[in-house]
């Protein structure tokens, strides 16, 4: 079975996203991310869709709900490397990302989290 890696870097879980996501994989990274979180006590959750060229409904919905399964497991979310069609995609589709926030890069992603999340 195919499955998206999950690193630990500190109280960190950073996810990236190489392959193109089909249904069934976001539902098992959505799964392996949520018992990571548990399983090292994240803190917060790095997402890195950089790769990703297109995001449907399904996965846009995916993000936003792996998101709130991270806050109710006291860990933030921040998803990075959106590419403009995506961000535009996701727009149209009338998908807001409650509770997500973005960062243009991981290296800004990883400032967010330093300065303001995990404060």
């Known amino acids: 079975m195919e499955r998206i890696p999950i690193l630990r870097m500190g109280r960190l879980l950073l996810v990236t ?3 193109d996501m089909h249904d069934k994989l976001a539902m ?4 392996d ?3 990571r979180i548990v399983q090292d006590n994240a803190k917060g959750v790095l997402i890195d869709i950089s790769a990703l060229d297109i995001v449907d409904s399904f996965i846009g919905r995916m993000i ?3 998101a709130a399964m991270a806050r109710i497991l006291d860990a933030q979310t921040v998803v990075v490397g959106m590419q403009p069609a995506v961000a535009i995609t996701l727009v149209e589709l009338g998908l807001r990302l409650d509770g997500v926030r973005t960062a243009l890069n991981v290296e800004r992603g990883m400032a967010l989290f330093d300065n ?3 404060k």
């Open 17 to 19: 996203i190489q392959v």
């Open 116 to 118: 303001v999340l995990l």
């Open 28 to 31: 098992t990274l959505q799964d």
């Open 33 to 35: 991310l949520t018992m």
């Open 64 to 66: 936003g709900n792996t």
